[in-house]
């Protein structure tokens, strides 16, 4: 599962751009915005999520359940899951492999294009054009579909598909389709906004996980 949490690291989940609005569909803008409005007036936000993924090559699919804290005026965040966990203050990003005892280090992207935990309820912001698709129904509550389609079309995926909450204004679902035909689905199961957690939350300390070996890449 290594590959999933490098995935929301760099390709997802998860950058305001009023130029790029401006490819885009009317009513996809309008629901984006009131989404990104209401998560942007948070403080820390803290979700349960459920991720799998699809790969129809081997006809394999694997899942795992995962939590994720963050902080995204700081681009802070912490996401942890059965065999790993990732990790970042905003200036250096951990990834503790639990299995292999090992952490590595290596600097944050602090590119405005980085995609990364911290910005999976705001991924359509910037670099994507994006189209309303519809309404469906699901244990009583109504979502909203918008397909996002990369503007670079070389990135390794050419659609993130976002389920939003059409009452509550915030992401539920997010789809992910890379070139390969794998799928890699993130399902919010929980969402509590302005949850209190200690500023340690967002760093590693070695010192907690004896016997951990660092690798530092930075």
Do not use: C
Request: charged share 30%; aromatic share 12%.
């Amino acid at each position: 599962m290594r590959r999933t949490l490098l995935l929301m690291s760099t390709a997802v989940a998860m950058m305001a751009s009023v130029a790029v609005y401006g490819q885009n569909d009317a009513k996809a803008k309008a629901i984006l915005d009131q989404v990104s409005k209401k998560y942007r007036s948070y403080d820390v936000v803290k979700s349960d999520f459920t991720f799998t993924m699809d790969n129809p090559q081997s006809k394999t699919r694997e899942s795992q359940q995962g939590t994720l804290y963050v902080r995204a005026k700081t681009n802070k965040y912490r996401i942890e899951m059965t065999s790993q966990h990732l990790i970042s203050d905003g200036k250096s990003q951990w990834t503790y492999l639990k299995d292999d005892k090992e952490v590595q280090i290596v600097e944050a992207d602090q590119s405005a294009d980085a995609l990364n935990p911290a910005k999976m309820f705001t991924i359509y912001e910037r670099g994507f054009k994006y189209t309303y698709t519809g309404e469906s129904k699901s244990a009583g509550k109504v979502y909203q579909t918008i397909d996002l389609a990369p503007i670079d079309t070389k990135k390794a995926y050419f659609k993130i598909r976002l389920s939003i909450d059409k009452v509550a204004k915030r992401i539920a679902n997010v789809l992910i389709f890379d070139k390969n035909g794998n799928k890699y689905n993130y399902n919010i199961k929980t969402f509590v906004p302005n949850v209190k957690v200690p500023e340690s939350t967002f760093t590693f300390d070695a010192k907690k996980y004896p016997g951990v070996e660092v690798v530092d890449l930075r």
